[in-house]
Every structure is written in C-alpha cells, then in structure tokens.
C-alpha cells in the first residue's frame, strides 16, 4: 500500500516506483501537477479519475513515452526519469491492444523476447567462465510463448492472425505479449474498457487471480470506480493532474477525503453544512452529531452515502419528507426523498412509494464531514416579479439577462431570448453565486439588501473573513473584507448587481 | 412521364459512351493494327521484327532500367521524407508538406526546362545523357512517391511504435520490425507511380538527353510519327500494355497480401 509521500514517516525498504515532484506540462498547462507517490514492490495499484485527471499522463510517463517537465522518477531507487522505454523493465498493455497486425499471435508475443538479451554463463578465449549477453534460443522463446497462451487460456492460437480474434482475445494477446517478457512492473493502460461488461467482469477476476499468481507489481489506470475499488490493494483518486487520496479501497469508500472523492467513488450524498459546535453540523437546517471535529462555524460538505440513510417514520426522524421517486435496483430500492429544497438520495431494501411521508435518520458515525474549498457563496433562489433575485432573507437587483445567451428586456419586463422567445422569468428558481469580495458590509442593518448579525471573524493573514448570518432564514454570508468588525455586529449586506452570477437550476439538472 | 425517369444507373451512360470511343475502341485499333501489314493481311511478323531487331528490344531494356532506377531513387529519397514529414508534429508540417508538393502544380515540361538550365550550368548537361535523364525523371515523379507513403505513414497508429519500443525495441529496430512493414502498401502504390509513368514518358528523357535516350515511349512516337509505320508501333504499344499489366497484377499481389493484416486494425 501507498501513501502520500509527505505523511510517510515510516521506513519503507520496498518501494519499487516513486515519483517525486512529477509535473508534466503540455503547451504550458498541466497535464499532471507535482505528483508524489510511491508503489510498493508487488502491490495492485490504481489511478482513479475522470477523463483529463492525469491518470494515463502518470502512468506514460512511468512507461517512459513521456518526459516529466519536473521531477523525479525512480525505480529501485534508480533515477530513470531519463531512460528510454526499451530500457526499463516496465511492460504496457494498451488501451486499444496495439497488437502488430503484420504479425501473428506466436511473433506478436515473442517480439519481446527476440529482442531481450539474458545473462548466461560463456566461455572467452582464454578458457575463463565469464558472464555473457546472450539471445533466447529459438526453444526457449517457443516454450515461454506457449507458457504465456496457457496463462491467458488461448493455447493453439499460436498460427492465428490477430486480426481474426475478438476483443477479448485481443486483450488476452496483448496481455501474454507483456507478462511473457517477466517485468517488474505490469502496466495497464484502461485495458477493459473496449470489452462488453461481462467481458469486463470476467477479466477483472482473471486479471486479479493473474496478479496474484505472477507476484509482480500492477499499476492500472481507469476511470470506473467498481473495477478499482474490486481489485486495488491501493487506489490513487486524481483529479486536475493532482491526487486527491491515496488509500485502500474500503478506505477510499468509507472515508473521502473530500467532496470529489466522495462524489466520484460512489453515489453520495454531499450536503453543504456549517459546524455549529463541538461535533455537531448543521445540513438540512437541523443540527447533527457527528465524530468529524472541526472548528465552530467553518463551511464544511456533509456526506452521507445512500445505504447509511435510515427510513423511520416522520415523528421519529430527524427530518422528514416526501418520496418524489423510487425505482426498483434488484437488491435494493433507489429512492429520493425530498427534505425541504433538498434531495436525499437512499438505498434500502424496503420499498416506500412514491409519495409517501418519511422520516429519516442517520447514524453519526456516517455522516462524513470534509473540509470546503470556500472560493464563493452559493445559494438558492428565484427570481421575483420586478426581476430581481430572492435568496438569503434579502431581494437584490441583478442581470437576468445571463440567464440566457444573448437575451434583452423588452418594456414590460418580460426576457426576449436570442430566438424571439418571450419568457416571464417570475418565480424561476436559480442556483446564485457571490464572489467573498464582492460582499460590502454596511454598519446598519437598514441600508443593506439583506440584514444579520456578524457570527465570526477569522483574521487570514492580510485580511480578514466574516461570516454575517441571517435573521429568517438562517444563511449566512461569507464575505472578505479589509475593515474590523465585532461579533454580533447587526450590519446588512450589499451586491452589486454585476457580481450577482445567475444559473438556470434545470440548467443544472443537465 | 413515368418512362423519362432516370435510375441511378443511367448516370453511368456518359462515362460507358467515352470509355467506348476513347479506350476499347482505340485498344481495339491497336490490337489490329499489331496483328496485320501494312496491306492489312493477318500477320506475326511485326512481334517477330521486334524481338529480332536488336535497337527495340535494347530500347525497352534501357526503358525498364531507366524505370527501376528512378522508382529507386524516388524511394531513397522520398521514404526519408515522408517519414519525417508525418513524425513532424507543429503547423510547421503542413508548410513543409506544401513545399514538396508545390511542384506539381507546376506545368512539368517547365520544371523540365528549368533543372536543365541548372544542369548546363553546373556543366552535366550533353556529357551524361543517362544521368541526366534519370535526375529529371527523379526530379519529376518524386512528389509521386512522397505522397502516397505519407499518407499511410501519418495513419500508422503511434501505439504500435510506443509498443514495440515498449517491449524492448530501440528506434531503429522499431522502424525496422513496425513502421516499415506497416507501410508496405504506400510503398506499394508508391512504386506504381513512379515506375510505370517513368518508363514512357520521353518528354523528360528528350529534354535532358537531348533525344539522344529514346526510351520505349519515344519509339511508339517515332513509328506513328515520322517513322510511318503504325503496325510497328502498334506492336510496341501492346507490348508495353502487357508490361504494365504484368506490373500491376504484381503489385496488386503485393497490396492484397499486405492489406489482409492491415485489416480492422
């Protein structure tokens, strides 16, 4: 198993790969952003991340077909950053095979070892015993290949031409091309993804079984969360060229270390929730114990994993709502349950029908809290008669316009979109973004478009953080500012209305 | 109305009417005229003129010679560019590939002229007629060559290459054992170009030789021409056809066989 290098503080004498402040640009920008990690000799790791994270950038450059524009790569310890591909006893399977149509299934799978060199003891005109280089002989090479077909079960297909075989079989091909060569390190470049699911499950076992039986190292790349967390010993979740944890499967599942992880793994609830005192958050306008300690009024995302939500009925729940859907999985029900302006996703073996009133319940050893990346505030709003936009106890003027592309006001107020399309935007629900600068605090609670009382203040090093929370509705405001202010401030907040950016919620659905 | 319909096969009409007056007729003349005397009587005397006097049979050797040399040197030189051309990654590429290509926008009887006045001055011109001749047939059909192997080479896969490389290949064996086999049929194509078009056409060897090469395009002329014998020329004309039948059943050979691994791939 891996860890991030900087937590490491133990000893680890078998690191087979480690990579050290790896970045690889392409024209400029960052394919892969310093990466640190390392690979345990023997371990199934897995880089996890969605198409553009990065994944197969580290893994090329592992292979050597790509140059890190920084860092280090080393291999027993053995800088190999500069070394060419032929030189490294690395072995790739490709995504699509890259099986050699010109030759058969025996010459695709001894193109490696015609060309590999092997130690042997010789004889030099002295009559000393030296060490030689010599060439497999051609016996030699036959054996392994037909060892090699064993292993992918394709005995006899040694004649065949590649083109005549399946994708499985392809696979299986390019599989016995690279393990037949014995490297230390097997790469595996998305390698089921162009294979029919239940191709895919058959060879995620074999591919498993084989680790287990070649002992080597596996480094695999995919974007499919069920066939890394399956067959990891380790997985390496990254995002924008950056890892966002490193850890073992159940690890990964049970214990995001943020809201990608936890979205990108698995079906997950993430919840937007403030800590309101010694664990204990509030989502959903209810406060929640929790085991997570965070600081008092810090923004945190709440993750509660579908399966971890309890039905009870509404008296006994914590919050109550409506099934709006419910849709039969085979072992389970999939259902959502809406709680205020909040969709709940719940996993339960236990059919609730579509419209039934429920109450909910969530153990507080599964409600997972993680730190924010606070860049904004966003609420939920709607837009009001005068089109101006309704969201935190306040009504503020704002461009409805950014709505739709290229749209204008007409004299009655109504949107004329870029097509001629007139649309009333009364009480169209937005999804509302505000910058944390463009928030201008005003020393009274009447001059303001929305009022509260400051809840905290965090000094940031040049300026300072503060938190203005609501009288109604309980939101609060994040704003940065240069001035000082006391706790428990009454002030009201100001938006200019350019500052104020607009979504469109179906929008978002999409 | 219904009878002034057109099918789709009816668009074939103008291309079969052609065909007839312009090609099987004609072929059809030349297959007479090769078979008869001058008095128009059946005969096989012309073919045996052929093979027995010594200047035609000379001329068709020196013809397919001068057509093996060039389609060598075409090669030589044009495999090396192409390659680079299609590793070439920047906007620079489509710049480079222009510049080899530009000449044939270029009326070749001029670009012709213009390598012979460089010729005279750097003082070959009339000394190696030969020479000379085989320079301006390269000069003229190698766009020939460079275009059809760049085409296959920028759609060879880079994952093979990476493979091979992958599997302990350096870059001359990954050229050598990969890149090369997979592109046989623009060699192929290649070849075609060159050699059959290079073994005729005397306008290239007239110019740079000063008539003094005749090669097996120019001796047709000359019997239809000046020489005043169509039946000669005629005898001269199919055999060149079968040359060139031959020539492509070989090279189609070659394709198909090189193509049945390249497929799906």
Not at chain 2, 66 to 73: C, D, H, P, R
Not at chain 2, 101 to 127: H, Q, Y
Not at chain 2, 175 to 198: D, E, K, Q
Request: hydrophobic share 40%.
């Amino acid at each position: 198993m891996a860890k991030e290098k900087s937590m490491e503080k133990e000893v680890v004498t078998s690191k087979i790969i480690e990579l050290i402040g790896v970045t690889k640009n392409y024209d400029g920008t960052p394919a892969v952003n310093d990466i640190n990690l390392y690979v345990r000799k023997g371990e199934f790791i897995t880089f996890l991340g969605p198409s553009g994270c990065g994944k197969t950038t580290t893994l090329r450059m592992i292979a050597g077909f790509e140059k890190p524009t920084q860092g280090k790569i080393y291999l027993n310890s053995v800088d190999i950053t500069d070394l060419p591909p032929y030189k490294r006893p690395v072995n790739t399977v490709f995504q699509r095979y890259a099986l050699f149509p010109h030759l058969n299934v025996y010459e695709n799978i001894a193109y490696g070892l015609k060309l590999k060199r092997i130690k042997t003891a010789g004889v030099d005109k002295n009559g000393n015993e030296i060490e030689v280089m010599a060439k497999y002989t051609k016996s030699e090479i036959a054996e392994k290949v037909k060892k090699a077909l064993k292993m992918v079960d394709l005995e006899d297909f040694e004649k065949r031409s590649v083109t005549t075989l399946s994708g499985g079989q392809q696979q299986r091909i390019a599989i016995a091309r690279a393990i037949v060569n014995e490297p230390e390190i097997l790469l595996l470049d998305e390698p089921l993804g162009a294979l029919d699911l239940k191709m895919r499950k058959e060879m995620q076992v074999e591919l498993k079984a084989m680790h287990e039986k070649l002992g080597i190292t596996f480094i695999y790349v995919t974007h499919d969360q069920e066939e890394a967390l399956s067959m990891s010993d380790t997985v390496v979740v990254m995002k924008d060229g950056k890892i966002q944890q490193i850890g073992t499967p159940q690890d990964i599942y049970n214990e995001p270390k943020n809201s990608f992880v936890a979205d990108f793994i698995g079906e997950s609830n993430i919840f937007s929730g403030t800590m309101v005192g010694d664990r204990k958050v509030k989502f959903m306008n209810k406060v929640f114990d929790c085991i997570d300690d965070f600081e008092k009024n810090e923004k945190v995302d709440v993750v509660v994993r579908p399966e971890d939500v309890e039905i009870v009925s509404v008296e006994k729940g914590s919050v109550s709502g409506e099934i709006i859907s419910s849709i039969f999985k085979g072992v389970h029900y999939q259902m959502t349950l809406m709680v205020g302006k909040t969709e709940v996703e719940i996993q339960s073996t236990k059919c609730y029908e579509k419209g039934e009133k429920v109450g909910i319940i969530i153990a507080h050893n599964n409600i997972h809290i993680m730190h924010k990346e606070f860049v904004s505030n966003v609420y939920d709003g709607y837009i009001n008669k005068n089109n101006k936009v309704c969201f935190a106890d306040g009504e503020f003027d704002c461009d409805v316009t950014q709505l739709y592309e290229g749209s204008y006001l007409d004299d009655e107020g109504y949107l004329i979109t870029k097509t001629g399309e007139k649309i009333d935007l009364t009480d169209v629900d937005v999804k509302v973004e505000v910058g944390l600068k463009d928030i201008e605090i005003i020393d009274n609670d009447v001059d303001g478009d929305a009022c509260g009382s400051i809840i905290s203040i965090v000094y940031k090093g040049d300026h300072y953080q503060v938190i203005i929370r609501t009288d109604e509705e309980e939101e609060d405001f994040v704003c940065d500012t240069e001035y000082t202010w006391n706790e428990n401030d009454r002030v009201s907040v100001k938006i200019p209305s350019d500052k104020i950016k607009l979504k469109l919620k179906v929008e978002e659905a999409k | 109305m219904k009878g002034l319909r057109f099918s789709r096969k009816d668009l074939c009409i103008p291309y079969g009417v052609f065909l007839v007056l312009f090609v099987v007729f004609p072929l059809l003349l030349v297959v007479y005229y090769a078979f008869t005397s001058k008095t128009g009587q059946f005969t096989l005397e012309n073919f045996i003129w052929f093979f027995t006097d010594g200047t035609s049979l000379k001329n068709l050797f020196y013809s397919i010679g001068i057509g093996l040399i060039t389609t060598l040197f075409c090669l030589l030189i044009g495999y090396p560019v192409a390659f680079i051309l299609s590793k070439i990654k920047s906007a620079k590429k489509s710049i480079l590939l222009l510049l080899f290509i530009m000449p044939m926008w270029i009326n070749f009887v001029l670009r012709a002229m213009a390598m012979k006045e460089i010729l005279t001055l750097v003082g070959l011109f009339g000394k190696y007629n030969y020479l000379n001749t085989i320079i301006g047939m390269v000069y003229d059909y190698l766009p020939f060559m460079i275009l059809p192997l760049y085409s296959v080479l920028i759609k060879i896969d880079k994952s093979y290459e990476e493979a091979a490389c992958d599997l302990g290949a350096n870059s001359i064996k990954v050229f050598l054992s990969v890149t090369l086999p997979l592109s046989t049929s623009g060699i192929i194509s290649g070849i075609t170009m060159v050699f059959l078009p290079s073994m005729s056409c005397y306008v290239i060897s007239d110019t740079f030789s000063n008539g003094k090469v005749t090669i097996i395009g120019k001796l047709i002329e000359t019997w239809f021409g000046p020489g005043d014998n169509w039946n000669f020329g005629s005898v001269i004309a199919l055999i060149m056809l079968v040359i060139m039948f031959v020539t492509t059943l070989i090279t189609d050979g070659l394709s198909k066989r090189t193509k049945t691994r390249e497929e799906e791939l």
